[in-house]
Nanobody, 126 residues
Framework: QVQLVESGGGVVQAGGSLRLSCAAS????????MGWFRQAPGKEREFVAA????????KLLDSVKGRFTVSRDNAKNTVYLRMNSLKSEDTAVYYC???????????????????WGSGTQVTVSS
């Protein structure tokens, strides 16, 4: 069983930056692709970013390309989401997820992920 805990959320001014962290416990996620999703009030959860188990392949939501960076440190069993140039529309609860075991390359579908954190709130003020 994998447990995921997100941290680093908060309130930031538009144009500012935050770095979210997702720490895994229970077992190593070295060979799990990892993903980030977000959910704004009244909206469905949407894919934001994903990274393969070896870090060699990355996928990003089009609207965050050039602003967000996803990375991982397998030695620390942690994945990160660096968010720059934040906009008000980035306001959401951000969730970390670990993909199905054996799936090396990231996907965008929620069903491709077996484990989820409880989320961290990101609020971007104008």
């Amino acid at each position: 069983q994998v447990q995921l805990v997100e941290s680093g959320g908060g309130v930031v001014q538009a144009g500012g930056s935050l770095r979210l962290s997702c720490a895994a416990s229970g077992r190593t996620v070295t060979r799990n692709a990892m993903g980030w999703f977000r959910q704004a009030p009244g909206k469905e959860r949407e894919f934001v970013a994903a990274i393969s188990w070896d870090g060699g392949y990355i996928k990003l939501l089009d609207s965050v390309k050039g602003r967000f960076t996803v990375s991982r440190d397998n030695a620390k069993n942690t994945v990160y989401l660096r968010m720059n140039s934040l906009k008000s529309e980035d306001t959401a609860v951000y969730y970390c997820a670990a993909a199905n075991s054996g799936l090396k390359y990231p996907g965008t579908g929620r069903d491709e992920y077996d484990y989820w954190g409880s989320g961290t709130q990101v609020t971007v003020s104008s």
